[in-house]
């Protein structure tokens, strides 16, 4: 489109007069190449002032007035010598070729500008989309910005993880399959094949287009107008880099809920470890009471006292395991390496589950007679451990099988193995049995702890630089294997 | 010296309670105290024959009882003790304590633990040449030790270990009290790690069956006791 500035005009109209007034005044002294090189000067200086078609509009009048007033005879569009009608057809055609050059110079400067434009704009949508303190600010600003700028009803991007109140039902469908698609006016739904919204432009109302992060729809960008949306090759352009800032205001979005629900999990979870810790110790000391008098009952023959203090008993085993599991995420159980022997572990653990068993036989089976097995482990964690699955042992099997414990020594590594002929652990549930509060599916109600025991124990273990695992036992059963570090005294045998 | 009076130190009523009524039933006068400083005064004046000391009390450090009392007493000290708080245990121990029972304890064991440290040869008593529990007999003045009358033969720590187990039976002893005893002189460090080995060893030699020990017990964390005779007896 063209505009004319008859202003400008009118400026280059006085130039041209006053110019031929001038030149008319010394028309005797001049020769045709003075006229002819002022009035290409004035062609070109009107092309790069008015551009192409002032030029050309310059160039012929000026080979009018050259004809009418410069070549003789005057006052005539004829020419006398021929050869001056050479010297004003190259005239014509030098002016013509100058005002479409300088036009072609000024039409490159004017869009380079206008693309170094561009380019400053979306750099500075983008900064302040980015520095927008709130994630769905920023989203906002984004939205209103691509909708002002082509003027549309309405613009509204979508998170796929938040497609609720969406107005329109194939928005769904768009963050599946990550094609755009739009709505026309009548109503009807067309789908591209790609997420390109090119084949769609025209008749277009509605305009759903896909925002992807790598091969993830992370959002839909919904265009609403009330006339069918045509984009030129700018807005495309303009549309298609601000669907990268829509990509990233999107991931902004989730990413600052994320981090908001982290922070709002880590406080109840501190919240939770603090008052776990707070609870177990408070209920020790009513506990000590309630055993201490039902073992006064007790002594005096009543057996329903002695329920109380078993299950008092019981009790602090759970309140104990709590108390650890809070501990431990808090990190705050110590954990000693020192030289132990396994049989003062193995003791250890033969006392502490002495009471548990009632008339159960638990078989110990230790290295033949040799050198004292030594390992560098921490005593009473590793007690623990043992005491742990020796107790599950004996939870879960039939009354009269005996449960194993085994010692062995395998390179670097002690290896005690607790065996049980109870129903094992089914394959799918085996690697679930060492997470906190896992119980089998078919545990009894009353079946003792908070299914805290495995966890703790398989972290006690790692943390000692040990393993804990758990195989099927051959003949049905599950074997449970503590791997610990042995330590080599080769030096100490030798003083002793 | 028969168990007449005992003091407990704690400032729950129940737990109070509860030791009372344990001891009463075997005509033991039991005097309470609710606080640390009461505790003292109470010991200074009653003389009990045994102190039961809670740890947590609301004016002062259980440790600090401690060491008030055993400036000029010499009465068994039993410490009621949460679970998992061995540091505290073993410092009590060192501090002068002669055991400790875990909450929530079973009053038979608490009153068990009370007797065996009530019956353990007294502080200061003439040093015995001969010591004698179960089938074990030491004779210190000719270096000879006995199981069921077969000679044993010890290496001079293991020796001294048991010696020092052995005339402290029922008193639970601590790694660090059981180095300075048995390796006079020298630095707690390098040499108190291959205690345990050491003590393993000895098990083997005096026990039956070392991983069921009727004589060496070991209290996790914290140390080991010599059984007392009678525990030996009723253990067998």
């Known amino acids: 489109m063209i505009r004319i500035r008859w202003s400008h005009w009118g400026i280059w109209l006085v130039v041209f007069v006053l110019t031929t007034a001038a030149l008319l005044a010394v028309r005797s002294r001049l020769d045709k190449a003075h006229v002819a090189l002022l009035y290409l000067l004035l062609v070109l200086a009107a092309s790069v002032a008015g551009g192409r078609g002032l030029g050309l509009v310059v160039a012929g009048v000026a080979f009018l007035a050259f004809n009418w007033l410069f070549l003789e005879p005057y006052g005539t569009f004829t020419i006398a010598d021929p050869l001056d009608w050479l010297v004003l057809v190259t005239f014509l055609v030098v002016g013509g070729v100058a005002a479409q050059i300088v036009h072609l110079l000024r039409a490159e400067t004017a869009e380079a500008r206008q693309r170094t434009e561009e380019v400053d704009r979306l750099a500075s949508l983008g900064a302040r989309t980015l520095a927008h303190p709130r994630a769905a600010d920023a989203l906002a600003a984004l939205a209103d910005m691509i909708r002002s700028t082509l003027s549309l009803r309405e613009c509204r991007i979508r998170a796929t993880t938040d497609l609720g109140a969406s107005t329109d039902e194939i928005v769904p469908w768009v963050a599946q399959t990550g094609l755009a698609a739009a709505r026309l006016a009548d109503g009807t739904v067309r789908l591209a094949e790609s997420a390109d919204p090119d084949s769609l432009l025209g008749d277009a109302v509605t305009l759903l287009l896909p925002l992807s992060a790598g091969d993830t729809v992370v959002g839909v960008l919904e265009l609403v107008s009330d006339r069918p949306i045509a984009l030129d090759q700018k807005r495309r352009q303009f549309l298609a880099a601000l669907r990268y800032y829509a990509v990233l205001g999107v991931e902004r979005v989730r990413l600052e809920a994320e981090t908001a629900n982290v922070a709002a999990l880590q406080a109840a979870d501190r919240l939770k470890d603090a008052v776990l810790a707070a609870v177990s110790h408070d209920l020790r000391t009513p506990l000590t009471t309630i055993k201490a008098m039902a073992e006064a009952l007790a002594a005096d023959g009543d057996e329903r006292a002695e329920t109380i203090s078993v299950e008092a008993d019981r009790l602090n085993r759970l309140v104990a395991d709590l108390l650890d599991l809070s501990r431990l995420r808090a990190g705050g159980f110590p954990i000693r390496l020192e030289l132990n022997p396994v049989d003062e572990l193995v003791g250890a653990v033969l006392q502490r589950v002495a009471g548990i068993l009632g008339g159960r036989r638990l078989v110990v089976s230790l290295p033949a007679d040799g050198p004292l097995v030594v390992g560098r482990f921490d005593l009473g964690q590793s007690i623990r451990i043992l005491v742990n699955l020796v107790e599950n042992a004996h939870k879960y099997s039939p009354p009269d099988a005996p449960i194993e414990l085994t010692v062995t020594v395998d390179g670097g590594d002690i290896v005690m193995a607790v065996l049980d002929r109870g129903p094992g652990v089914p394959e799918s549930e085996q690697g679930r049995i060492f997470e906190p509060f896992y119980r089998p599916a078919d545990a009894l109600p009353d079946g003792g702890g908070a299914g805290l025991g495995l966890a703790i124990a398989r972290w006690l273990a790692e943390t000692q630089g040990g393993t804990l695992r758990y195989e099927p036992r051959a003949g049905g059963g599950s074997r449970f294997v503590l791997r610990l570090p042995a330590a080599r005294l080769d030096h100490l045998q030798e003083s002793l | ?236």
């Open chain 2, 1 to 236: 010296m028969p168990l007449e009076t005992v003091l407990i130190i704690d400032d729950e009523p129940q737990i109070r309670r509860a030791v009372r009524h344990a001891f009463e039933d075997d005509r033991i006068r039991v005097v309470e105290a609710a606080n640390g400083r009461d505790g003292v005064d109470r010991a200074a004046a009653e003389r009990p024959d045994l102190i039961i000391l809670d740890l947590g009390l609301p004016d002062l450090a259980g440790i600090e009882v401690c060491r008030e009392i055993r400036k000029w007493s010499d009465a068994p000290i039993v410490v009621l003790s949460a679970r998992d708080s061995d540091d505290e245990k073993v410092a009590l121990l060192d501090a002068g304590a002669d055991d400790y029972v875990t909450k929530p304890f079973s009053t038979p064991e608490l009153k068990a633990r009370a007797r065996a440290v009530h019956r353990r040869v007294p502080r200061g008593a003439s040093i015995e040449t001969r010591l004698a529990i179960g089938d074990i007999v030491m004779d210190l003045a000719a270096r000879v030790i006995t199981r069921q009358g077969e000679p044993v033969h010890l290496t001079p720590i293991e020796w001294e270990l048991c010696r020092v187990l052995m005339s402290h039976a029922g008193k639970t002893l601590t790694h660090r009290q059981l180095f300075r005893e048995v390796w006079t002189g020298r630095a707690f460090g390098d040499a108190q790690q291959y205690l345990r080995v050491y003590v393993g060893n000895l098990r083997r030699k005096l026990e039956t069956d070392p991983v069921r020990p009727k004589y060496i017990r070991t209290e996790p964390g914290v140390g080991y006791r010599f059984a007392t005779h009678g525990e030996v007896e009723s253990s067998s």
